[in-house]
């Protein structure tokens, strides 16, 4: 199955991408947490009309991706998986929303056309902010991040274990309807009458193996806390890189750059 | 339903995330309560089983077309609520960080958008008082259809809400919710009817899987409590933003009759109308429903909460001295 292979080759390439060894890599976990959670807030809070506010927000995935050594391409296919919902909302804004903002040559852009785009470029840049922070940490780093942030143990080693285990059940899953695609091949989908033996195969399957997991954790000493990823401290750079960056978000925020820039034009 | 960035305002995730906080620490603490060190990996599992299981598409009878499960009521239904509501949100976390399904920023609204109402609406008032007495396919049936139609109508009008309330959107609330609703009930049903045929193949194959949450406690107040609570600050303090400013069914009647909302003009007036009027001036904390000399939209949801809990606190009350009394008539007046 198309689907369920495509994840788990997906979750391959962003291992690869994250063990890389580049310097945004190297920076701390924490660090690059902070300044994408920043940057998605800010570039989200902009006013639905405000396409020249949030143009120069641009400037912090393309730097990125050119300082991570990641092909933009990679991300823009992830954008089929958020610009469907995006693009349903925005869509509506055009057919409901006629205030005239301006006019180019004879044609009326209305705040609801304005609107749309200011939602579709928003909802691009935090996809783009969110694949970098992955690419360029894993989750690991980021669970490790999330810890230093006083999140419960529990969670942390939730998300752990829960991206431990993905690939091999995802590999499961697809064994168990690639077999029964293979008997049933004109079958869009598993038919009702085996949903449950389907789906409950798969689940003692998967309890049995936490059974396991859990005596193996147990014989290297396993007492409730998961220890993932060596702790790292923070360096100069760390904070050069988050106070850089902290203060160019807030600069582009609070300062109409695009305003300034067209008394050039 | 996974909300993107784009769609929510910070003002809003930061609410949606305090929320979820809150939720997620009682949860915590109540499976630290469990001291069930077992329970830790079976958790981790069970989530990455259910995110496999979304990506299985389930064909529907009749439609030529599939559909998939979300998982948080089967969650539920294995692990207990709180379990439950905490491996969601790991599923929610790994959907987001690797494969863009839901933004960073509005994580906070996907956990309480599925993951809350599936675990503690679903699951905990709907599914487990169904199926105390008995375990028969029928009543796993329609325990799980209900729990699920009404957890995913929840989580939809959250969707609503929240976007609305962001400023995102130019449909209205009633288009929006049209727009909303209807498909989320197809969805429901579907993800009911997948959960109730992996819950009564476990019930007949290896009942003891079930047997630790289900058939065992009643729902306690505290935990109604804190979850009718949750909906409420959510309807109270959210919904009242979007209320409609026009007349109500009994103004609109008068409206019809008299050209005005008013029942009569200010100047017929009585006496004790006039001073009845005065002492509501005085008295009243949020006169209709805002902040004395003030058009703040906080006023609004204030007016909204505070509403809820002075009728929640009453009604508290009359039970309280229902039961009082009641028990006193029981013992013959003797307490």
């Not at chain 1, 570039?43 to 912090?60: C, H």
């Not at chain 1, 431990?164 to 008997?183: D, M």
């Not at chain 2, 948080?72 to 439950?84: D, Q, R």
Request: hydrophobic share 50%; charged share 15%.
């Amino acid at each position: 199955m198309g689907k369920l292979t495509n994840a788990v080759y997906e979750i391959h390439v962003l291992d690869e991408m994250a063990e890389r060894d580049t310097g945004i890599n190297q920076v701390h976990p924490l660090v690059k947490l902070i300044v994408t959670v920043v940057y998605i807030t800010c570039a989200v809070s902009f006013d639905k009309y405000n396409l020249l506010g949030l143009l120069p927000f641009l400037i912090y995935p393309l730097i990125l991706f050119e300082l991570a050594g990641i092909s933009i391409k990679s991300c823009i296919k992830k954008l089929k998986v958020v610009l469907p919902l995006v693009c349903f909302i925005g869509l509506f804004n055009p057919v409901f929303d006629h205030t005239p903002l301006f006019k180019i040559g004879n044609i009326i852009i209305t705040g609801g056309i304005i609107s749309m785009v200011t939602l579709i470029m928003k909802g691009t840049y935090a996809l783009m902010a969110s694949f970098l922070l992955v690419a360029t940490t894993g989750i690991e780093k980021i669970c490790y991040a999330l810890k230093l942030l006083h999140l419960p143990s529990i969670i942390v080693t939730q998300i752990l274990l829960t991206y431990r285990y993905i690939t091999v059940l995802l590999s499961e899953a697809n064994a168990v309807f690639q077999a029964y695609s293979l008997r049933a091949p004109r079958e869009n989908g598993v038919k009702y009458k085996i949903w449950g033996s389907l789906i409950g195969q798969l689940l003692f399957r998967s309890m049995d193996r936490a059974g396991n997991l859990y005596d193996s954790m147990l014989l290297r000493g396993f007492q409730g806390e998961f220890y993932y990823a060596r702790s790292q401290k923070g360096s100069g750079s760390d904070y050069v890189y988050l106070f850089s960056w902290l203060g160019i978000f807030i600069a582009l925020r609070l300062i109409n750059i695009t305003g300034y820039l067209k008394v050039f034009f | 339903m996974h909300m993107a960035d784009a769609l929510i305002a910070p003002a809003v995730a930061g609410t949606m995330y305090a929320a979820c906080a809150a939720a997620a620490t009682y949860s915590v603490k109540k499976v630290r309560l469990e001291n069930d060190m077992k329970k830790i990996p079976v958790m981790g599992v069970m989530s990455a089983f259910v995110f496999a299981t979304q990506m299985i598409n389930f064909s529907i009878p009749g439609t030529g077309s599939s559909g998939h499960l979300c998982g948080g009521l089967l969650l539920s239904i294995l692990l207990g609520p709180y379990a439950g509501f905490l491996s969601m949100i790991s599923v929610l976390v790994i959907q987001c960080l690797l494969f863009a399904d839901g933004g960073l920023l509005a994580l906070g609204s996907n956990i309480w958008n599925m993951a809350f109402y599936g675990c503690f609406v679903g699951y905990l008032l709907i599914y487990r008082p169904m199926v105390k007495k008995s375990m028969k396919p029928g009543r796993i049936i329609l325990a799980c259809v209900l729990g699920s139609i009404i957890s995913l109508q929840l989580g939809a009008f959250s969707v609503t809400l929240e976007t609305l309330i962001s400023g995102i959107t130019a449909l209205s609330f009633g288009q929006f919710l049209m727009l909303m609703q209807p498909i989320h009930l197809a969805i429901g049903t579907l993800e009911g009817l997948i959960t109730a045929a992996v819950v009564i193949f476990v019930n007949n194959t290896r009942p003891e899987l079930l047997e630790n949450y289900t058939a065992k406690n009643r729902v306690g107040f505290k935990q109604t409590l804190v979850v009718l609570s949750a909906v409420a600050v959510l309807i109270g303090g959210g919904l009242s933003l979007v209320a409609s400013s026009n007349p109500d069914g009994l103004e609109w009647s008068i409206q019809k009759m008299t050209g005005n909302t008013e029942v009569a003009p200010e100047s017929e007036f009585t006496g004790a109308v006039k001073a009845a009027e005065g002492i509501q001036e005085k008295t009243a904390v949020l006169p209709d429903y805002a902040f004395t000399d003030s058009d703040s939209v906080l006023g609004t949801s204030i007016s909204g909460i505070l509403g809820s809990a002075l009728v929640a606190f009453i009604c508290i009350g009359c039970a309280v001295l229902f039961k009082f009394f009641k028990k006193r008539d029981n013992s013959g007046g003797k307490l």
